[in-house]
C-alpha cells in the first residue's frame, strides 16, 4: 500500500492498494493521508476480502508506524511487512503512481477535487480490465542489472 499526494487550492491524498494475486489495483481518495485514513482503509479492505488472509508490504511512512495503525492492523487480521528503507524499487505501488501521473495528473487541471477523484475512480476501472497489463506495469524488480545500475551512477 502507498500514498500519492495531488494538491493545488486544495489537496487530495490517495492511497493505493495493489492486488497482487488478483491482478487488480484499489485507490482510496482522503483529504489528507494520517494513521485514522490508513486505519479506514484496512477496515475497506477487511470488508472486501471478509475471509481471505491479508498481507501488506508497504514504506515506512509514519502513519504507517504509528501504534493505532499497528493495533487496528492485528485486530483486523491483516499482516503488515515493512519494505526496507530507501526501497523504492521493491514497491509496486511506487510503479501505480507513475502511471497515475501519466494518465491523468500530467499537464491536467482539475476544476476540483470531485472532479479529480472522479478521474481517478476512472483510472482504475481501466486499469482493472487490463489485468496483464497492470501486471506487467506493476512488477517490482528482485534484482539489479549491472549494466542499466552503471547508466544511474556517473563516473
Known amino acids: 500500500m502507498g500514498q500519492f499526494q495531488f494538491a493545488w487550492a486544495c489537496q487530495v491524498s490517495f492511497y493505493g492498494v495493489y492486488l497482487y494475486n488478483l491482478g487488480q489495483v484499489r485507490v482510496f481518495a482522503y483529504d489528507k493521508a494520517d494513521q485514522f485514513n490508513t486505519i479506514d482503509v484496512l477496515k475497506q479492505l477487511r470488508v472486501e476480502f471478509p475471509e481471505r488472509p491479508l498481507k501488506l508490504i508497504w514504506d515506512g511512512a509514519s502513519y504507517h508506524r504509528a501504534q493505532t ?35 491523468v495528473t500530467y499537464h491536467a487541471c482539475y476544476a476540483n477535487q470531485a472532479e479529480l477523484k472522479q478521474r481517478v475512480e476512472q483510472f482504475q476501472q481501466e486499469i482493472n480490465a487490463k489485468s496483464l497489463v497492470l501486471a506487467d506495469r506493476l512488477w517490482v524488480k528482485n534484482h539489479l542489472d549491472p549494466d542499466e545500475e552503471k547508466l544511474r551512477v556517473s563516473s
Not at 503488515?80 to 523504492?88: G, K
Open 69 to 103: 495503525v499497528q493495533i487496528a492492523a492485528a485486530m483486523l487480521d491483516v499482516a503488515i511487512e515493512p519494505l526496507p528503507a530507501y526501497s523504492p524499487d521493491f514497491m509496486p505501488v511506487e510503479h501505480l503512481w507513475q502511471w497515475l501521473r501519466e494518465d
